[in-house]
């Protein structure tokens, strides 16, 4: 049961940053370059497919000029 909670969070946690980044009228290279980020990277956070750390929720929060704080609060 736990496995599969973490599995939901992770999934709108990318559909979440994705939202955000369209918001901001930047593409996914655009996101990736400013925040030192590889476009594979971006591209499986957004998509749900990996458990992305700290630092990067907070490298693109600083790119879509957002609180990271804001990145997770997606209810």
């Known amino acids: 049961m736990k496995y599969a909670r973490e599995e939901k969070f992770i999934k709108s946690l990318g559909k979440h940053i994705r939202k955000l980044r369209i918001a901001n009228n930047l593409t ?4 990736a370059f400013e925040a ?3 476009l594979s990277q971006v591209s499986r956070i957004e998509r749900g497919l990996i458990n992305t750390s700290v630092t ?3 490298l693109i929060a600083q790119v879509l000029d957002l609180h990271p704080k804001a990145l997770l609060d997606f209810k």
Not at 28 to 31: M, W
């Open 36 to 38: 030192g980020l590889n």
């Open 56 to 58: 990067h929720i907070y």
């Open 28 to 31: 996914q290279n655009q996101l």
